[in-house]
Antibody, heavy 120, light 110 residues
Framework: EVQLVQSGAEVKKPGESVKISCKTS????????IAWVRQMPGKGLEWLGV????????RYCPSFQGQVTISAAKSSATAYLQWNSLKASDTAIYYCAKGGFLIRGAFLAWGQGTLVTVSS | SYVLTQPPSLSVAPGQTARITCGGDNIGSRYVHWYQQKPGQAPVVVVYDNSDRPSGIPERLSGSNSGNTATLTITRVEAGDEADYYC?????????????FGGGTKLTVL
């Protein structure tokens, strides 16, 4: 069974850094794209970026380029999303999702989401 | 960049058919995926590659894609279908290429 288990909720102050994780199991981690998706309170889904663990090929949505860093560790089958300097507007639920072997493949499995709250 | 347009809301009586549309320029030439999201839960894919269903998704949910509109059709609507629905595609023709989500449609079962 494919599973994506995300790290727990974070409460941070503006300017702080944070790294959230997405531990996968049940499939060959290296061979499938992993995506990160944001959902702000009461809003729709927004794509932040994707990473291909096999060679760490990473693509970012232009709106988030330079704002976040996406990475993947093959040794632990875990993907990461990190911020170096959070803003209040980063408050949202962040989901990881297992993509396809091809980059256009649907997100067939999702993590449970990680709530990041940024408040002074 | 590529834009996907969905109606914000749709209301349907139980037992009737819901058709949720997703408009985009020549969307019929692309692969469209659909997600269902219930309150407090992560999204779940209900249709991928325009019309394929993952295992466990009932046949009542089906997808089609032609011209400038992709459609998710839910027949014999049930109370449990009440959710937000999002369409999505990989836009390989923009620079840079990337994923695009529609704004979502809130389906209310009357």
């Amino acid at each position: 069974e494919v599973q994506l288990v995300q790290s727990g909720a974070e409460v941070k102050k503006p300017g702080e850094s944070v790294k959230i994780s997405c531990k996968t199991s049940g499939y060959t981690f290296s061979n499938y794209w992993i995506a990160w998706v944001r959902q702000m309170p009461g809003k729709g889904l927004e794509w932040l970026g994707v990473v291909y663990p096999h060679d760490s090929d990473t693509r970012y949505c232009p709106s988030f380029q330079g704002q976040v860093t996406i990475s993947a560790a093959k040794s632990s089958a875990t993907a990461y999303l990190q911020w170096n300097s959070l803003k209040a507007s980063d408050t949202a639920i962040y989901y990881c999702a297992k993509g396809g072997f091809l980059i256009r493949g649907a997100f067939l499995a999702w993590g449970q989401g990680t709530l990041v709250t940024v408040s002074s | 960049s590529y834009v996907l347009t969905q109606p914000p809301s749709l209301s349907v009586a139980p037992g009737q058919t819901a058709r949720i549309t997703c408009g985009g320029d020549n969307i019929g030439s692309r692969y469209v995926h659909w997600y269902q999201q219930k309150p407090g839960q992560a999204p779940v894919v209900v249709v991928y590659d325009n019309s394929d269903r993952p295992s466990g998704i009932p046949e009542r949910l089906s997808g089609s894609n032609s011209g400038n509109t992709a459609t998710l059709t839910i027949t014999r609507v049930e109370a449990g279908d009440e959710a937000d629905y999002y369409c999505q595609l990989w836009d390989s023709r923009s620079d840079p290429p990337g994923w695009v989500f529609g704004g979502g449609t809130k389906l209310t079962v009357l």
